[in-house]
């Protein structure tokens, strides 16, 4: 009996490559372009459940904000990172270490992460809007906003706020 000789594929990369015969192909998944834009629900994603039930109890409220905010000042802070922000406000904003104005964006919202519910709320500081976006700007209107997060805590003063400061370097419209 004879054998035939039947091509190899090797797997290289994650591509299979053929030893010994005609090429075999196969297709790599699209790399995404650029980073994924997050929205602010996908801050509490990750969080540990146990501090966020903790929340809600009273007695642990204080202690349980705290070690949340550690947790999110190491993971957040310093993070190059991009939002898609819904803008109910947009405002004049002066940086006057720089000598000039800028904007400040707004948004907020109610988001479940397991059993808890939390407020997560951001500020975008934007020194520069060379598209224009902010001047165009209707309320409700979505941006995607990429910085770098300077603030990442939780407060638990009148309900439970997760705050995000971010230094935006790039204000685009939503599509």
């Given at each position: 009996?004879?054998?035939?000789?039947?091509?190899?594929?090797?797997?290289?990369?994650?591509?299979?490559?053929?030893?010994?015969?005609?090429?075999?192909?196969?297709?790599?998944?699209?790399?995404?372009?650029?980073?994924?834009?997050?929205?602010?629900?996908?801050?509490?994603?990750?969080?540990?459940?146990?501090?966020?039930?903790?929340?809600?109890?009273?007695?642990?409220?204080?202690?349980?904000a705290m070690e949340l905010s550690k947790t999110l000042t190491l993971a957040e802070?310093?993070?190059?990172?991009?939002?898609?922000?819904?803008?109910?406000?947009?405002?004049?904003?002066?940086?006057?270490?720089?000598?000039?104005?800028?904007?400040?964006?707004?948004?907020?919202?109610?988001?479940?992460?397991?059993?808890?519910?939390?407020?997560?709320?951001?500020?975008?500081?934007?020194?520069?809007?060379?598209?224009?976006?902010?001047?165009?700007?209707?309320?409700?209107?979505?941006?995607?906003?990429?910085?770098?997060?300077?603030?990442?805590?939780?407060?638990?003063?009148?309900?439970?706020?997760?705050?995000?400061?971010?230094?935006?370097?790039?204000?685009?419209?939503?599509?």
């Open positions: 009996m004879a054998h035939k000789n039947l091509p190899l594929a090797v797997a290289v990369d994650d591509e299979l490559t053929e030893v010994g015969g005609a090429a075999a192909t196969a297709t790599k998944p699209a790399a995404p372009v650029g980073p994924q834009a997050r929205e602010l629900k996908d801050v509490a994603k990750g969080l540990p459940q146990k501090q966020l039930l903790d929340l809600r109890v009273p007695t642990k409220t204080g202690q349980a802070v310093g993070k190059e990172t991009v939002f898609r922000l819904r803008a109910p406000s947009v405002e004049p904003w002066p940086f006057p270490k720089e000598g000039f104005n800028g904007w400040r964006l707004h948004s907020d919202e109610r988001a479940r992460e397991g059993q808890a519910w939390i407020d997560v709320s951001i500020f975008a500081y934007v020194r520069q809007d060379p598209q224009g976006a902010l001047a165009a700007w209707k309320k409700g209107q979505d941006f995607i906003v990429t910085g770098t997060v300077s603030r990442a805590d939780i407060t638990a003063v009148k309900g439970t706020v997760l705050h995000l400061d971010l230094s935006a370097t790039k204000v685009e419209a939503a599509r």
